[in-house]
T-cell receptor, first 111, second 116 residues
Framework: DAMVIQNPRYQVTQFGKPVTLSCSQTLNHNVMYWYQQKSSQAPKLLFHYYDKDFNNEADTPDNFQSRRPNTSFCFLDIRSPGLGDAAMYLC??????????FGDGTRLSIL | AQSVTQLGSHVSVSEGALVLLRCNYS??????LFWYVQYPNQGLQLLLKYTSAATLVKGINGFEAEFKKSETSFHLTKPSAHMSDAAEYFC??????????????FGKGTKLSVIP
């Protein structure tokens, strides 16, 4: 049973066209994370929500935004995607300091 | 700041042979360490974790890792490789982000190939 669900699995967008990736969870975890993973690289944390508190990593570009309307859902918005934003985007959740559970990711392609 | 270094971006073993994936950590406080596995086009799955209890940690799929403070290492092993073990493996260390939240810092990953 999928517990961290990312939709869609594959997303294609045009250069500069806003795109939203979604993540939902059935674990009732209070922390949700978004990572960017480029080909053959480690996942890189973009930001996370601890409950309703948003925590942005210092080097996350302003082009990346996030919303968490309720405990179960979290969205990643890319306002003006560039070619360098093509990557796998991973959502993860945790209960406080417990290990993180990952979704299967959304692979984003930019045309 | 905490970090992990994985030695070897690509490791190949024969089916049935020992798997050894290396990870060294750097931390100013007792670390919490993790190994994750990633199959192609999937997310990361937790293999095992070290949280300052037993130094030898057993995980899923027959993997285990030993925490060695004197060597600042947390190497992942499996006695006998299966074809299904072919994947990418990430070592990670947990750090405190403040305000009650934690983050993982990952190594660069080691891609394991299993030769029939």
């Amino acid at each position: 049973d999928a517990m961290v669900i990312q939709n869609p699995r594959y997303q294609v967008t045009q250069f500069g066209k806003p795109v939203t990736l979604s993540c939902s969870q059935t674990l009732n975890h209070n922390v949700m994370y978004w990572y960017q993973q480029k080909s053959s690289q480690a996942p890189k944390l973009l930001f996370h929500y601890y409950d309703k508190d948003f925590n942005n990593e210092a080097d996350t570009p302003d082009n990346f935004q996030s919303r968490r309307p309720n405990t179960s859902f979290c969205f990643l918005d890319i306002r003006s995607p560039g070619l360098g934003d093509a990557a796998m985007y991973l959502c993860a959740t945790s209960r406080d300091n417990q290990p993180q559970h990952f979704g299967d990711g959304t692979r984003l392609s930019i045309l | 700041a905490q970090s992990v270094t994985q030695l070897g971006s690509h490791v190949s073993v024969s089916e049935g042979a020992l798997v050894l994936l290396r990870c060294n950590y750097s931390s100013s406080v007792p670390p919490y360490l993790f190994w994750y596995v990633q199959y192609p086009n999937q997310g990361l799955q937790l293999l095992l974790k070290y949280t300052s209890a037993a130094t030898l940690v057993k995980g899923i799929n027959g993997f285990e890792a030993e925490f060695k403070k004197s060597e600042t290492s947390f190497h992942l092993t499996k006695p006998s490789a299966h074809m299904s073990d072919a994947a990418e493996y990430f070592c990670a260390v947990r750090g405190y982000s403040g305000a009650g939240s934690y983050q993982l810092t990952f190594g660069k990953g080691t891609k394991l190939s299993v030769i029939p």
